[in-house]
């Protein structure tokens, strides 16, 4: 059974960082592409941040040069690093796992972050 579990997230003031995490098991973890999304009220998810699984990384336009995603291979951990957060960055964080040998797709179970002015 594939499970993501993202941990975190939190109140922080604007200009603070956060590093959320996203563990990974029943999956071959080495083989995925993993990424980051964010939910607003009343919204569509929105891709934050993608790694795939040779490291190759990408960001949405609004986070780039703030948000950093990294990977542990050895640890079946994805993360994102966020610093110089904006109150806009307020959101549900959600991970997401593609398989490299399935292609399926599985998500987090999202961690609330929100960032005060």
């Known amino acids: 059974q594939v499970q993501l579990v993202e941990s975190g997230g939190g109140l922080v003031q604007a200009g603070g960082s956060l590093r959320l995490s996203c563990a990974a098991s029943?999956?071959?973890?080495?083989?995925?592409?993993m990424s980051w999304y964010r939910q607003f009220p009343g919204s569509q998810r929105d891709l934050v941040a993608t790694?795939?699984?040779?490291?190759?990384?990408n960001y949405a336009p609004s986070v780039g040069g703030r948000f950093t995603i990294f990977r542990a291979n050895t640890v079946n951990t994805v993360y994102l690093q966020m610093n110089s957060l904006k109150p806009e960055d307020t959101a549900v964080y959600f991970c997401?796992?593609?398989?490299?040998?399935?292609?399926?797709?599985?998500w987090g179970q999202g961690t609330q972050v929100t960032v005060s002015s």
């Open positions: 029943g999956i071959n973890f080495r083989t995925a592409a």
């Open positions: 790694i795939t699984a040779g490291s190759t990384t």
């Open positions: 997401k796992l593609n398989s490299g040998i399935s292609g399926r797709a599985y």
